[in-house]
């Protein structure tokens, strides 16, 4: 008997993009509360920085997947490690 994984990726896909898609709005708030007389302008920063990072992921995952898979998945864990820890550094309580 072979695993299907056609319905735990087709799941995990929804999952992925229901969070980036809830997590929009969330942000867009914050900013706007954090510079409330300069709305149009985080805004627009914010979206510039999004699609810079969509772009430059794009292409970054584009040269490694025509290198080796595998060097896609280590390369993708290496920058999620890399973000947990500037999360970490940059973490403001209270």
């Not at 794009?58 to 973000?83: P, Q």
Request: hydrophobic share 55%; charged share 5%.
């Amino acid at each position: 008997m072979g695993v299907h994984w056609s319905p735990l990726t087709a799941l995990l896909m929804v999952a992925w993009g229901a969070a980036t898609w809830f997590q929009t709005p969330a942000q867009q708030v914050r900013l706007i509360n954090a510079a409330p007389e300069d709305t149009a302008v985080v805004i627009g920063l914010n979206a510039a920085a999004l699609y810079g990072g969509i772009a430059l992921g794009t292409a970054l995952g584009g040269l490694l997947l025509s290198l080796s898979a595998a060097l896609a998945l280590r390369a993708c864990a290496g920058l999620a490690m890399l973000c947990v820890v500037y999360l970490k550094a940059t973490r403001r309580y209270g």
